[in-house]
Nanobody
Framework: QVHLVESGGGLVQAGGSLRLSCAASIRIFNLNPMAWYRQAPGKERELVAA???????NYADSVKGRFTISRDNAKNTVYLQMNSLKPEDTAVYYC????????WGQGTQVTVSS
C-alpha cells in the first residue's frame, strides 16, 4: 500500500508563494509519474503538474511560468513551488502517483486572498 501525505498549504495573499510537499511511504523512484492535481469548489479536479522518473515535466497552461514541480528521490518527496499566486489558484491540492493516478493523498488546502 502506498501512502502519500501532502503538506505546506495555507492562506497567502495574491502575489505570494507557497511550497507544497508530498511525502511517499515507498521509494518514489518506483512511482512514475508523480503529479499534483487541484480541485476548486464547484469545479472538476484538474492536473496542475506532473514529473516523470527521469525529471521530465508538464504543466497546465494556467500555471506555466509560475509553478515548478520537482522530486527528491532520496527523500521520497515531490514538491510544488507556487509563485505569483492568484485568487483563482485557490483549491485543494492533491498529490497523485502512478500512470493511472493509482494513489492519492488526502489533499491540502491552498487559499489565495485578493
Amino acid at each position: 500500500q502506498v501512502h502519500l501525505v501532502e503538506s505546506g498549504g495555507g492562506l497567502v495573499q495574491a502575489g505570494g508563494s507557497l511550497r507544497l510537499s508530498c511525502a511517499a511511504s515507498i521509494r518514489i523512484f518506483n512511482l512514475n509519474p508523480m503529479a499534483w492535481y487541484r480541485q476548486a469548489p464547484g469545479k472538476e479536479r484538474e492536473l496542475v503538474a506532473a514529473i516523470t522518473r527521469i525529471g521530465s515535466t508538464n504543466y497546465a497552461d494556467s500555471v506555466k511560468g509560475r509553478f515548478t514541480i520537482s522530486r527528491d528521490n532520496a527523500k521520497n518527496t515531490v514538491y510544488l513551488q507556487m509563485n505569483s499566486l492568484k485568487p483563482e489558484d485557490t483549491a485543494v491540492y492533491y498529490c497523485a502517483a502512478g500512470s493511472a493516478a493509482n494513489y492519492w493523498g488526502q489533499g491540502t488546502q491552498v487559499t489565495v486572498s485578493s
